[in-house]
């Protein structure tokens, strides 16, 4: 499903047994438990940004979504439902590469991310950009085989439902184009995203009035409208970096990015600069804004999709089934703060109640 360093795709595919397979659904049960809820307010708001409506960044989704929002008057069940079916698709994109894993180890990674606080975590950002971003980029790998001009338009794509493309899946891109193609075939491939990321980048997020004209839009249709989520686009980044501190979001990223880039290192080896930055990248995203948890998060995805094309047919022996345990024991103890007042849906008597009220 995904590719790994020069591995054919012609590879035989050995299916799990049914004990493994049970591991798997038990590990994805416990994440849709400990963080499921429905889309919040803050992520509606965001899809309904769209290029129609001036808007210069963020804005695919809500273009895709605004002639049903049109027609059904900014019914907010409308993008619940766009935010399911993405984090839908991504699951089954997920139980399909274990099941195509073809090793132990690496359906072992997926089971294993599914138990930190990255599972419960993906169930509780439901309807966050990067969930889209993350499925983009696995469609992006099914398709670098034959498809590679395909790839990088998913990936171009990407730009266009958020900027953090560049410091996410891009990187990860990058390395897998570098693992089938000559340099300068993977520079004609990466060059597309990169050079609409820099005008994206270079451009006003929003056109004057554009904000509040939306605004008042949904306030008179009866959304349930956060004012604040599109101040976002009406602000420079000077003006998001008074409202926080960088020093205390790096303070959260870093130690979690040592425990990733060290962790990695003693499983491969010398990694190079491109897994490097690859499975890095998400820290620098502490100068882009003051969601700690949402980029630690990042942090470790891109870790396990890396370690995942790294480990290709190979099976961590004894020695690295140790350091990836020791590696998966500090992350486990890695707080991922959730939003809204939420929090790690607990496994007890009111922990269930508070599911079927979420």
């Known amino acids: 499903m995904i590719i790994s360093e020069r591995v054919s795709a012609a590879e035989p595919v050995t299916r799990p047994g049914r004990t493994t397979a049970a591991v798997f659904a038990v590990a994805l049960l416990a994440a849709a438990y400990t963080g499921f809820r429905l889309p919040g307010p803050w992520v509606a708001t965001l899809d309904t940004v769209s290029v129609t409506d001036g808007f210069?960044?963020?804005?695919?989704?809500?273009?895709?979504?605004?002639?049903?929002?049109?027609?059904?008057?900014?019914?907010?069940?409308?993008?619940?439902?766009?935010?399911?079916?993405?984090?839908?698709?991504?699951?089954?994109v997920l139980a399909v590469a274990f099941v195509r894993a073809g090793t132990g180890s690496r359906r072992l990674v997926i089971i294993a991310w599914l138990l930190l606080p990255t599972g419960g975590f993906l169930f509780h950002e439901v309807g966050y950009y990067e969930q889209l971003l993350y499925l983009l980029l696995f469609g992006a790998l099914g398709l670098l085989p034959r498809r590679p001009a395909a790839a990088s338009a998913l990936l171009t794509a990407g730009v266009l439902v958020h900027e953090i493309t560049l410091l996410t899946v891009l990187p990860i891109y990058v390395l897998?184009?570098?693992?089938?193609?000559?340099?300068r075939r993977v520079v004609r491939l990466a060059a597309p995203p990169v050079l609409l990321e820099l005008a994206v980048l270079a451009v006003p997020a929003s056109a004057p009035g554009s904000a509040d004209r939306l605004l008042t839009t949904l306030r008179t249709m009866g959304f349930p409208v956060r004012a604040d989520a599109l101040a976002l686009f009406e602000r420079t980044q000077?003006?998001?970096?008074?409202?926080?501190?960088?020093?205390?979001?790096?303070?959260?990223?870093?130690?979690?990015?040592?425990?990733?880039?060290?962790?990695?290192?003693?499983l491969r080896g010398p990694a190079g600069l491109l897994q490097i930055t690859a499975i890095g990248a998400p820290a620098l995203l502490a100068f882009a804004g003051w969601d700690s948890a949402r980029w630690g998060f990042l942090l470790v995805t891109n870790f396990a999709v890396v370690l995942w094309l790294w480990l290709g047919e190979r099976e961590l022996d004894g020695r690295r089934l140790?350091?990836?345990?020791?590696?998966?024991?500090?992350?486990?103890?890695?707080?991922?703060?959730?939003?809204?007042?939420?929090?790690?849906?607990e496994l007890s008597g009111p922990g269930v109640v508070s599911l079927f009220s979420a």
């Open 56 to 92: 210069h960044r963020r804005f695919l989704v809500g273009t895709l979504l605004r002639p049903i929002a049109l027609a059904t008057g900014y019914d907010v069940r409308v993008f619940a439902v766009a935010s399911f079916a993405v984090l839908a698709m991504l699951l089954a």
């Open 176 to 183: 897998a184009l570098s693992a089938r193609f000559p340099l």
């Open 238 to 266: 000077g003006q998001s970096w008074a409202l926080y501190s960088i020093g205390a979001v790096l303070l959260t990223v870093v130690p979690i990015a040592v425990v990733v880039l060290a962790g990695f290192r003693a």
């Open 322 to 345: 140790v350091v990836f345990g020791a590696t998966l024991l500090v992350l486990a103890h890695v707080p991922l703060p959730y939003f809204d007042g939420h929090a790690p849906r």
